[in-house]
């Protein structure tokens, strides 16, 4: 059956903009994902979804960092004010038992 | 001191060789450990899970966990070229909610 897919693959924006990443997750799966990957390093958890709601967002960095999934199915994480720091792969997961999670491609943003 | 740590490496092995990878970890409420294989530029695929302490194989590769020294190690028989990837651990956070903690990544090269 299809994966877990995330659109845009890349995203390149200027400092201060506004930006939104999509995930599609499998098809069934209650549980969301959202983590962050910087170069070197593995994936750090953001937050949390079970069907609609937010069950853990304790890795969101900071306020400019939100993350929707208003039917239960796909979710967006918004970003605002983009900085520098910002820039690495965000990985969307998603999962039936919360330890068997799989990823999609991710999305590569840069921020310039 | 990282929850999860794990040697970046990178390390070279021969075609056929056995590959040893390793994390070791801090939380002792830890309960299921994973081992995700991740091509450059690509999400992380799960290979392997394991709840508590134990081993488990799948094909050319075996999972272990030692919880009493809190280690747990990936061994991959007969290594092939394909093997050639980043092996990330993962470890579920005591929340059980599979808010994943995962270690750097161990970057291994199969020469042919």
């Known amino acids: 059956g299809a994966g877990v897919s995330q659109t845009p693959s890349n995203k390149v924006t200027e400092k201060g903009k506004y930006v939104e990443l999509r995930c599609d997750p499998i098809?069934?799966?209650?549980?969301l994902y959202w983590y962050r990957q910087s170069l070197g390093q593995g994936p750090e958890f953001l937050i949390y979804f079970q069907g609609t709601g937010a069950a853990d967002d304790s890795g969101l960095p900071n306020d400019r960092f939100f993350a929707v999934r208003p039917e239960g199915s796909v979710s967006t994480l918004k970003i605002q004010r983009t900085e520098r720091g910002d820039s690495a792969v965000y990985l969307c997961?998603?999962?039936?038992?919360?330890?068997?999670?799989?990823f999609g491609p991710g999305t590569r943003l840069t921020v310039t | 001191q990282k929850e999860v740590e794990q040697d970046p490496g990178p390390l070279s092995v021969p075609e056929g060789a056995i590959v040893s990878l390793n994390c070791t970890y801090s939380?002792?409420?830890?309960?299921?450990f994973m081992w995700y294989r991740q091509y450059s530029r690509k999400g992380p695929e799960l290979l392997m899970y394991?709840?508590?302490?134990g081993n488990k194989e799948d094909g050319r590769f075996t999972a272990q966990v030692d919880k009493s020294s809190k280690y747990i190690s990936l061994f991959i028989r007969d290594s092939q070229p394909s093997d050639s990837a980043t092996y990330l651990c993962?470890?579920?956070?005591?929340?059980?909610?599979?808010?994943?903690?995962f270690g750097q990544g161990t970057t291994l090269q199969v020469k042919p």
């Open positions: 098809s069934g799966h209650t549980a």
């Open positions: 997961a998603s999962s039936l038992t919360g330890y068997e999670q799989y």
């Open positions: 394991t709840y508590s302490s």
């Open positions: 939380n002792s409420a830890f309960q299921y």
């Open positions: 993962a470890m579920e956070g005591s929340s059980n909610t599979g808010k994943l903690i």
